[in-house]
């Protein structure tokens, strides 16, 4: 069952399931209970960076109190998924594909 689903800033449809958000949060308890900022995040990062490893991995970013949320997502054509989501203070290296100004 589908728990968190939006249409990211980059067009495409992102998803995970009530069971990987308890797998992910359970790896990152601070974002337990951050469901709506990770929406927001995906829909209106300040940030979006293709991941240095791999090209169909996308990282985005928007500012979380004095840190950044980062949602890391897998995109396979016009869908995806989150792979993890978590607190930082730095942005990693990676082509940018969308920054705001």
């Avoid at 800033?9 to 069971?19: A, D, E, M, P, Q």
């Avoid at 900022?37 to 990062?45: A, F």
């Avoid at 897998?74 to 082509?95: M, P, Q, S, W």
């Amino acid at each position: 069952m589908l728990y968190i689903e939006v249409i990211s800033k980059l067009g495409k449809h992102i998803r995970t399931t009530k069971r990987h958000w308890d797998y992910i949060t359970s790896k990152h308890e601070s974002i337990i209970g951050m469901e709506k900022q990770i929406e927001e995040t995906l829909k209106n990062p300040v940030y979006a960076r293709l991941s240095k490893e791999d090209k169909e991995v996308y990282l985005y970013y928007a500012a979380c109190g004095k840190y950044f949320m980062c949602v890391v997502c897998r995109h396979l054509n016009g869908d995806g998924f989150i792979i993890t989501a978590y607190l930082t203070d730095n942005i990693k290296k990676g082509v940018a594909v969308y920054e705001t100004n």
